[in-house]
């Protein structure tokens, strides 16, 4: 609590007079309806995040001794749902949250080479019917989407098709009528891509298969031994039979993946390794999820945010903005867009943000107001599996925040971005690195305070007006640097690397003259004149609005 109270006191130190957060939220979801190709999104790695329940810290026996940063350290759902209550994310200016699988992993741990792993990072899926008790119950899932919901955030539930988790003595092989064990896929063209395991002993799920196939016999002894044999088997049988689908893995594994999106109300999924699966398989995916996000809005009125449709976003590895609708395997180009998928993760940002202001947004509303209208992609700095984020050694942690808060697209901020936690932990191997937990207690150092708060005020703006990431970008000055974004009714200038003090700043038609702007980042007021205003504050950063 003492990390919350010193947020609080800093937002009021900073932002003066400002809305507080529910009124940001209101403002957004009334005036300015939330947008996904604008969305500013949290993504955590569930178990590294926050602790809400020490009571499900070990289960499932998993007590061998792991390697470094590779065995579960506690982060759970209910940590999830106490710092959205907390406001923590409301103050990020977060609109929807992404967090890494939850459902049952592999019992035991293996060692792919990198030391002993147990599943904390929810990508070696058991059971895609039940909750791990590591990261918590159903009961702890309905409550944090319905506490974010009642924030405004949206969920995207992380999901996998691709694959079960690795075999080891606690955890069998599924049958061969859904799964193969080899080969390990190559790269070398489509095929040796899809037709594959991604790496030896991670069994891959028969997508491709139509032939109706039995319940895998791991799992029907799971059931069994659980005694939800029966309840699981006459579910399947009403979906079969009100779908009319084909009894295959990837009809069974939608059937349980569409369950959250009846049954809680998950706005929109983030689908892993979206490479290695057919594009049928995503577009059935797709499909059933707008059925049942729609269902659920029927059954849930009171409790429905917008219009928008279920949501889709994947994680094409590899896929970068400049190939624009399809990637290359060499010997086929596929257009995820047109198969299922919203929006790609943009693994191309990286680079293009070791770049200028200008050369960065102007790329990318070219690109985004053209060949990828009404799609978009997702900017990242830093993620879980990405071992060259940019600025790893967090030494440009400010310009970082500010080039992925203001770039064309839907922003990612990535767990710990905004508190500058290490990204080079002494001792790791391979990914390790990349997943520590979250430094909390960094937050009362001047140092941190002062870069969340810059994080703050740009995610609270990007929040506010999706003009940011899903309008139209046209630069008003080359020096000082002002831009402009138009998204329908929401204009905004923002202005970077001026002087401190008593800046002029062009505006063009943009707002009317003698009307009244707000610059959000000082708080500070001006009347344009002649198609500028002048601003004065202590920040070499002016975000304007009316």
């Not at 006191?9 to 939220?25: Q, Y």
């Not at 792993?117 to 909750?131: E, I, Q």
């Not at 891509?193 to 790496?199: I, M």
Request: glycine content about 6%; aromatic content about 12%.
């Amino acid at each position: 609590m003492k990390s919350l109270a010193l947020l609080s006191i800093l937002s009021l130190f900073v932002f003066g007079c400002k809305s507080n957060s529910s009124e940001v939220a209101k403002t957004t979801s009334k005036e300015q309806p939330f947008v996904w190709e604008a969305a500013n999104v949290y993504f955590m790695l569930t178990d590294r995040f926050h602790n809400g329940n020490k009571e499900n810290d070990v289960v499932y026996d998993r007590t061998n001794e792991p390697a470094k940063l590779r065995g579960f350290m506690g982060g759970d759902m209910a940590g999830i749902t106490q710092k959205i209550k907390e406001g923590y994310f409301d103050d990020l200016g977060i609109n929807a949250i992404w967090f890494s699988p939850v459902l049952e992993q592999i019992h035991d741990s293996t060692d792919e080479g990198t030391g002993n792993t147990y599943a904390f990072h929810g990508y070696w899926t058991k059971d895609w019917t039940n909750f791990d008790a590591n990261f918590g119950t159903a009961t702890d899932f309905k409550e944090l989407v319905d506490t974010a919901h009642e924030h405004g955030i949206r969920i995207l539930m992380d999901v996998v098709m691709n694959h079960t988790g690795p075999v080891t003595e606690k955890d069998p092989v599924w049958d061969n009528n859904w799964v193969r064990t080899e080969p390990s896929c190559s790269y070398q063209n489509y095929a040796t891509a899809v037709d594959c395991t991604l790496v030896e002993n991670l069994p891959d799920v028969l997508t491709n298969r139509e032939e109706a196939s039995e319940l895998p016999s791991p799992l029907v002894a799971k059931w069994k031994a659980e005694g939800r044999y029966e309840q699981e088997t006459k579910e399947l049988d009403e979906f079969f039979q009100k779908t009319g689908l084909a009894r295959s893995p990837k009809n069974y594994i939608i059937k349980w993946l569409t369950d959250y999106v009846r049954e809680y109300g998950v706005d929109g999924y983030r689908v892993d390794t979206v490479k290695h699966v057919e594009e049928a398989a995503w577009n059935a995916l797709n499909k059933q999820a707008k059925i049942a996000f729609a269902e659920w809005k029927t059954a849930n009125p009171e409790a429905v945010l917008d219009a928008n449709e279920f949501f889709m976003l994947g994680e094409l590895y590899g896929y970068g903005i400049e190939s624009k609708r399809f990637y290359d395997f060499g010997d086929k180009k596929v257009d995820y867009y047109a198969n299922g998928f919203d929006n790609l993760i943009n693994f191309q940002f990286k680079y293009d943000a070791q770049k200028d202001y200008e050369s960065i947004f102007s790329k990318y509303d070219s690109i985004l107001q053209n060949e990828l209208k009404g799609k978009s992609v997702m900017n990242y700095i830093s993620s879980h599996d990405d071992g060259e984020p940019f600025d790893q050694d967090r030494t440009k942690t400010f310009e970082a925040a500010t080039k992925l808060l203001l770039t064309p697209g839907i922003s990612q901020i990535y767990y710990g971005d905004e508190t500058k936690r290490s990204l080079r932990i002494e001792g790791t191997n391979g990914d390790a690195t990349l997943r520590s937990f979250m430094n909390w207690s960094a937050i009362n150092t001047l140092e941190t305070k002062e870069l969340l708060t810059h994080w703050q005020k740009l995610g609270t703006f990007r929040k506010a007006h999706p003009a940011i990431g899903a309008g139209a970008h046209k630069m008003l000055s080359n020096s000082p640097y002002v831009f402009s974004r138009t998204y329908k009714k929401d204009n905004v200038v923002v202005g970077l690397d001026l002087p401190k003090g008593k800046k002029e700043i062009t505006v063009s038609n943009l707002f009317e003259n003698g009307s009244t702007v707000t610059d959000h980042y000082s708080g500070k007021t001006a009347t344009v004149e002649n198609g500028k205003v002048t601003i004065d504050s202590e920040f070499s950063i002016v975000l304007l609005h009316l």
